[in-house]
């Protein structure tokens, strides 16, 4: 049972804040699995666009388990809902192993709904109510020029690494164009240029802007969640790594997390 004095442990931010790298330690650190709140990262074969990283999932030599990543094909219809339920049952599973629960991602519809126990309901099935779940938030952000120059940094570091392949890969596999367009950022931008609608220099500089502008809007849910009363608590990520885990674990503790596995020196 996921109590105060056992929450699980979330690490959330805006893109380019190295979320999956901090959840990913300290998974390795206190014997835990990752929950995956990330609303494209569902999706088979849509891997660069997306930051998935699964390389990332290793950490000194360490493979460290995940879940809700490629769990679907792209063009599937996936809902807050379902992502709600599916996150309980895996965290059932990691829970019933003796696991610390890790949930990481940038999603915030998503961290919300399992957090705070959002009740959706149906025609069909009425109400459904799930309890909200005790969770230590772990926020990363900094300076608004740092995290541009990431943005941008990252985003070249993509195209480089086949980001426009891989999308023209699921084109050429039946995926309808209009699907990739709805998925927005990468898939929206490299698609038009794919589709001859944009040049290489426009779908760049546009997708630039418009992941600034995705990174600002995750900062106004997180924003909103705290007035919601969620209290996040906030790391530089210009922090060395040493004392961001340092100053995670001075937050984990005084938020009551003391019976989490000890297998750090921390």
């Not at 219809?77 to 991602?105: H, P, T």
């Not at 995926?175 to 944009?198: A, H, Q």
């Not at 809007?217 to 790391?235: A, C, K, N, V, Y």
């Amino acid at each position: 049972m996921i109590t105060d004095e056992h929450p699980i442990i979330t690490v959330l931010g805006p893109t380019a804040t190295g979320k999956t790298h901090i959840a990913v330690r300290l998974a390795a650190e206190l014997g835990g699995e990752i929950v995956s709140a990330d609303s494209r990262q569902i999706y088979r074969r849509m891997d660069i666009g997306t930051g998935k990283d699964i390389s990332e999932y290793r950490y000194n030599g360490q493979d460290i388990p995940y879940h809700l990543i490629d769990i679907e094909e792209p063009g599937v219809k996936y809902n807050v809902f379902r992502y709600q339920q599916e996150a309980f049952k895996a965290m059932r599973d990691i829970q019933s192993r003796g696991r610390q629960i890790v949930l990481c991602g940038g999603s915030g519809l998503y961290i919300e709904a399992v957090i705070q126990g959002y009740r959706f309901s149906f025609q069909d099935d009425g109400q459904i109510l799930s309890d909200p779940v005790p969770s230590v938030l772990i926020g990363l952000r900094g300076e608004r020029d740092l995290i541009r120059s990431r943005i941008t940094s990252r985003l070249k570091a993509r195209l480089e690494e086949g980001m426009v392949d891989e999308i023209r890969g699921l084109l050429d596999s039946g995926v309808p164009s209009e699907i990739l367009l709805r998925y927005g950022l990468e898939y929206k931008f490299v698609t038009l240029y794919l589709l001859g609608e944009i040049d290489y220099e426009e779908m760049f500089e546009k997708l630039n802007v418009a992941i600034h502008q995705f990174s600002k809007r995750q900062m106004t849910w997180f924003r909103r969640m705290e007035r919601l009363g969620m209290d996040i608590h906030w790391i530089d990520v210009a922090l060395p790594e040493d004392d961001k885990m340092e100053a995670i674990y001075h937050i984990i503790k005084d938020c009551g997390g003391t019976s989490l596995p000890q297998t750090s020196d921390h």
